[in-house]
């Protein structure tokens, strides 16, 4: 008996059994492995239950300032400076006294720029300016696409 059996070619043929031996050899590496996971211990803890207020929550005002296709600047629908003013001081003045009573109130300013989609982008770097004398940092935009 032949200890390999040759093809005509001279060739070992498919061999099954290293195979097998392998894959033992993985299932008992898996076996012992799976006995050292450790397991996670449950732990106890208190979810925080629901808080009353005796006060409703205080909401921040947002102030909007508007900015028309004209260049026309108003500040919650109230004309603020002329549309040839580029420091525009009345707003400067009106967004300083408001961050310094929201600073005494310890509120935010939250100020949206909103902007028709055909104005021009100078008259609201002017607003920025005017917003960024005042110190104030919370400021979103949005385009008036009517």
Same mark, same amino acid.
């Not at 076996?31 to 925080?48: C, D, Q």
């Not at 104005?119 to 609201?124: D, E, L, P």
């Given at each position: 008996?032949? *200890?390999?059996?040759?093809?005509?070619?001279?060739?070992?043929?498919?061999?099954?059994? *290293?195979?097998?031996?392998?894959?033992?050899?993985?299932?008992?590496?898996?076996?012992?492995?799976?006995?050292?996971?450790?397991?996670?211990?449950?732990?106890?803890?208190?979810?925080?239950?629901?808080?009353?207020?005796?006060?409703?929550?205080?909401?921040?005002?947002?102030?909007? &300032?508007?900015?028309?296709?004209?260049?026309?600047?108003?500040?919650?629908?109230? *004309?603020?400076? *002329?549309?040839?003013?580029?420091?525009?001081?009345?707003?400067?003045?009106?967004?300083?006294?408001?961050?310094?009573?929201?600073?005494?109130?310890?509120?935010?300013?939250?100020?949206? &720029?909103?902007?028709?989609?055909?104005?021009?982008?100078?008259?609201? &770097?002017?607003?920025?300016?005017?917003?960024?004398?005042?110190? &104030?940092?919370?400021?979103?935009?949005?385009?008036?696409?009517?």
């Amino acid at each position: 008996m032949k *200890p390999f059996p040759l093809d005509d070619e001279g060739t070992l043929g498919f061999q099954i059994a *290293p195979m097998v031996d392998v894959v033992f050899v993985i299932m008992l590496f898996f076996m012992v492995m799976a006995g050292a996971v450790k397991v996670e211990k449950e732990l106890i803890t208190r979810l925080p239950g629901a808080v009353e207020n005796s006060t409703a929550p205080e909401f921040n005002d947002e102030t909007i &300032i508007a900015i028309s296709d004209e260049g026309e600047v108003t500040l919650n629908d109230d *004309p603020t400076d *002329p549309v040839d003013s580029v420091v525009l001081p009345q707003l400067r003045a009106t967004l300083m006294r408001l961050k310094e009573n929201a600073d005494n109130a310890k509120q935010p300013v939250v100020v949206t &720029i909103v902007s028709d989609q055909h104005a021009k982008y100078s008259r609201t &770097i002017d607003v920025l300016n005017a917003l960024a004398s005042a110190k &104030i940092t919370n400021v979103t935009f949005n385009v008036n696409e009517e």
